[in-house]
Nanobody
Framework: QMQLVESGGALVQAGGSLRLSCAAS????????MGWFRQAPGKEREFVAA????????YYADSVKGRFTISRDNAKNTVYLQMNTLKPEDTAVYYC????????????????WGQGTQVTVSS
């Protein structure tokens, strides 16, 4: 089992920034592709960003491209999501997830999930 714990969610004004962190334990972190997803009230969970095992490749949803940056520190077993120029539509619970197989936008590819952290962007 891999345990994932997100942190860093907060209430922020539109145009502001936040950095989310996801600390992993229980498995070899560097063996997993990592992703961030989000779910707003009444909506399905959607892909935000993903990063491969080494950190050399990253992928983003069109809605966050140019504003969000995913990164990882394998020495610290942590993946990050830097969010800039936040918009009210970014309001959601943000989840990190780990996949030992593929990388991408399909939630089904991720075997392990954190409990989520709330991000609220006020207008």
């Amino acid at each position: 089992q891999m345990q994932l714990v997100e942190s860093g969610g907060a209430l922020v004004q539109a145009g502001g920034s936040l950095r989310l962190s996801c600390a992993a334990s229980g498995r070899t972190f560097s063996s997993y592709n990592m992703g961030w997803f989000r779910q707003a009230p009444g909506k399905e969970r959607e892909f935000v960003a993903a990063i491969n095992r080494s950190g050399g490749s990253t992928y983003y949803a069109d809605s966050v491209k140019g504003r969000f940056t995913i990164s990882r520190d394998n020495a610290k077993n942590t993946v990050y999501l830097q969010m800039n120029t936040l918009k009210p539509e970014d309001t959601a619970v943000y989840y990190c997830a780990a996949s030992s197989t593929t990388i991408g936008a399909n939630p089904g590819a991720y075997a392990y999930w954190g409990q989520g952290t709330q991000v609220t962007v006020s207008s």
